[in-house]
């Protein structure tokens, strides 16, 4: 396929753009177009990066190009070329010039090619949460090893407590299916239509928890526009593209485009709602910390089956009791997140979690591309590269009450900086104190950028009320053994 060269002057960038013509499953260029972008970054992707590398959720990788390429395999997306006819179902390519041959006969999930009924069981429908497992002991701890470095969740749990019970099956009810996922994924398919006519040298990235394993079925949809290798001005730059991207998807989107508008923040967003797939999207610009930190806490939620249901726990928790909303200047999901991996690193012994940034740096560099990252899929295995498996048995309650404990006795939020990063404690003395450090009330380390994600804890009455919810919660656990995820979350 023939790319030219972008063309750059002093004054912007003009990029020839090849306008593609569709013909037997192949894309020919049949004439350049030229426009001028006004803002861009100094320095746009090549072409190679353009067509390879982590843009979106493909069933082989996490991410795909912003550009569509024929993938056939992929369950997750339509291929937006033409396939050649030999794809076709019905009929089966044999190899020979002859053309296609006659349709195979259809083979039934209950019957094998013999037309015999297959003695095996048939499979649960693929967005069934609920579906039937082996019951497993008090920990709930797989069986087996080859089920421990898999991304596995037992369904049940036997000879254990009502609240361990109830955090599991909660989390069953309300985590993100796959059906929620493709619906994520149809919707950023269509928004790449029109932003690669803009930017087609970009990348478009699900990012957040949708695809950090933390999601649940009212989450919403965070995507990330990667325009450049290069960082970019958010408070000038950033706010420019996005009302651009405002003004055309509004244009060519307005079948289901509701509600759109610019909100300007450290990292500014685009924040719109779909009408018809009911969801909530915020769109930013070149935040590849973004990328990089979905990449790692996936990773974090594979490493051990009881991290995403006690953060989905411990999530709608903070939500209810109203101290999730950093709006509000209390805590962002993400810094609960943080806060969840880092007591499981340093809280339990032995611990849960290890500080994956510590043991293999090599793979969690900051400045490092995102198109390099390893795509994985929610769904997907931890890769095996990771050989760290807990011996950690405790259970739910357990884990939850030392994580309300941990927050209310051990850990000094006047000294002491929450850092999944190192996987240990460290000093706040030992930070310069510029900028997000610099008199708040709550220090959370993010993992690559180092600043503080807890920024927005910035006034004392809001620190006693988050404070305030953590007790609430330790005398909830340790007056009544019967407890339930919802009567933890009730305000009294």
């Given at each position: 396929m023939?790319?030219?060269?972008p063309?750059?002057?002093?004054n912007g960038?003009?990029?020839r753009t090849?306008?593609y013509?569709?013909?037997?499953?192949?894309q020919t260029a049949?004439?350049?177009?030229?426009?001028?972008i006004s803002?861009p970054p100094?320095?746009?992707l090549?072409?190679q990066?353009?067509m390879s590398?982590?843009?979106a959720?493909?069933r082989d990788?996490?991410?795909?190009?912003?550009?569509s390429?024929?993938?056939?395999d992929?369950?997750?997306?339509t291929p937006t070329?033409?396939?050649?006819?030999w794809?076709?179902?019905v009929?089966?390519?044999d190899?020979?010039?002859r053309g296609p041959?006659?349709?195979r006969k259809r083979?039934?999930p209950?019957h094998?090619?013999?037309?015999?009924?297959?003695r095996k069981?048939?499979?649960?429908?693929?967005?069934?949460n609920?579906?039937?497992?082996?019951?497993l002991?008090s920990?709930g701890?797989?069986?087996?090893n080859?089920?421990?470095s898999s991304?596995y969740?037992?369904?049940?749990?036997t000879d254990?407590?009502?609240?361990?019970?109830?955090i599991l099956?909660?989390f069953?009810?309300?985590?993100q299916t796959k059906?929620?996922l493709?619906?994520k994924v149809a919707?950023?398919n269509?928004?790449v239509?029109?932003?690669?006519k803009?930017y087609p040298?970009?990348?478009?990235?699900?990012v957040?928890s949708?695809?950090?394993?933390?999601?649940s079925?009212?989450?919403d949809?965070?995507m990330?526009?990667i325009i450049s290798?290069?960082?970019?001005s958010?408070?000038?730059q950033?706010?420019q593209?996005?009302?651009r991207?405002?003004?055309e998807?509004?244009r060519q989107c307005y079948h289901?485009?509701?509600k759109?508008?610019?909100?300007?923040?450290?990292?500014?967003?685009?924040?719109?709602?779909d009408?018809?797939r009911?969801?909530?999207?915020d769109?930013?610009?070149?935040n590849?910390?973004?990328?990089?930190?979905?990449?790692?806490l996936q990773l974090?939620?594979k490493?051990?089956?009881r991290?995403?249901p006690?953060?989905l726990?411990?999530?709608q928790?903070?939500?209810?009791?109203?101290?999730?909303?950093?709006?509000q200047g209390?805590?962002?999901?993400y810094?609960?997140?943080?806060?969840?991996?880092?007591y499981?690193q340093?809280g339990?012994?032995p611990?849960?979690?290890?500080?994956?940034?510590?043991?293999y740096?090599?793979?969690?560099?900051s400045n490092a591309s995102?198109?390099?990252l390893q795509n994985?899929?929610?769904e997907?295995d931890?890769p095996?590269?990771?050989s760290f498996?807990s011996?950690n048995?405790q259970?739910?309650?357990?884990?939850?009450?030392?994580f309300?404990?941990f927050?209310t006795s051990?850990f000094?939020?006047?000294?002491?900086v929450?850092s999944?990063?190192?996987?240990?404690?460290?000093?706040?003395?030992?930070?310069?104190?510029?900028?997000?450090?610099?008199?708040?009330?709550?220090?959370i380390?993010e993992?690559?950028?180092?600043t503080?994600t807890?920024?927005a804890?910035?006034?004392?009455?809001?620190f006693?009320?988050?404070m305030?919810?953590l007790?609430?919660a330790?005398?909830k656990?340790?007056k009544n053994k019967?407890?339930?995820?919802?009567?933890?979350?009730?305000?009294r």
């Amino acid at each position: 396929m023939y790319h030219q060269r972008p063309y750059v002057n002093p004054n912007g960038f003009i990029l020839r753009t090849p306008v593609y013509q569709q013909q037997g499953g192949h894309q020919t260029a049949n004439r350049t177009r030229t426009s001028t972008i006004s803002y861009p970054p100094p320095v746009i992707l090549s072409q190679q990066k353009m067509m390879s590398g982590p843009g979106a959720y493909s069933r082989d990788g996490m991410n795909s190009s912003l550009t569509s390429r024929n993938t056939y395999d992929d369950k997750y997306r339509t291929p937006t070329v033409h396939q050649p006819p030999w794809s076709n179902p019905v009929h089966r390519y044999d190899g020979r010039n002859r053309g296609p041959s006659l349709p195979r006969k259809r083979v039934f999930p209950d019957h094998n090619e013999e037309g015999q009924v297959n003695r095996k069981r048939r499979r649960e429908p693929e967005n069934s949460n609920a579906s039937t497992s082996k019951k497993l002991k008090s920990t709930g701890a797989p069986a087996t090893n080859s089920e421990a470095s898999s991304n596995y969740t037992p369904t049940s749990l036997t000879d254990t407590d009502m609240l361990s019970q109830d955090i599991l099956e909660n989390f069953l009810k309300k985590k993100q299916t796959k059906a929620d996922l493709r619906k994520k994924v149809a919707l950023r398919n269509e928004l790449v239509q029109v932003i690669k006519k803009l930017y087609p040298y970009g990348g478009l990235f699900l990012v957040g928890s949708s695809m950090n394993g933390f999601g649940s079925t009212d989450s919403d949809v965070d995507m990330c526009l990667i325009i450049s290798d290069n960082s970019i001005s958010q408070r000038i730059q950033a706010k420019q593209i996005l009302h651009r991207l405002l003004s055309e998807l509004s244009r060519q989107c307005y079948h289901f485009m509701r509600k759109a508008l610019v909100i300007p923040a450290k990292v500014p967003i685009l924040k719109f709602f779909d009408g018809i797939r009911n969801l909530e999207c915020d769109l930013n610009i070149n935040n590849a910390t973004g990328i990089r930190n979905t990449y790692l806490l996936q990773l974090y939620s594979k490493l051990d089956w009881r991290v995403a249901p006690l953060v989905l726990t411990i999530k709608q928790w903070a939500s209810e009791v109203g101290i999730n909303d950093a709006s509000q200047g209390t805590l962002s999901s993400y810094s609960i997140v943080l806060m969840v991996l880092y007591y499981l690193q340093v809280g339990p012994k032995p611990p849960v979690l290890i500080s994956l940034q510590h043991i293999y740096p090599q793979k969690f560099v900051s400045n490092a591309s995102v198109w390099d990252l390893q795509n994985l899929a929610p769904e997907d295995d931890l890769p095996s590269w990771i050989s760290f498996r807990s011996t950690n048995k405790q259970s739910f309650r357990e884990l939850l009450e030392g994580f309300i404990l941990f927050y209310t006795s051990t850990f000094h939020f006047d000294r002491d900086v929450v850092s999944v990063r190192l996987g240990r404690p460290l000093a706040l003395n030992t930070i310069e104190h510029i900028g997000d450090w610099k008199k708040k009330f709550i220090h959370i380390e993010e993992p690559f950028d180092k600043t503080n994600t807890a920024r927005a804890v910035y006034s004392e009455p809001n620190f006693r009320k988050i404070m305030t919810a953590l007790r609430r919660a330790s005398n909830k656990l340790s007056k009544n053994k019967n407890l339930k995820v919802q009567d933890l979350c009730v305000l009294r």
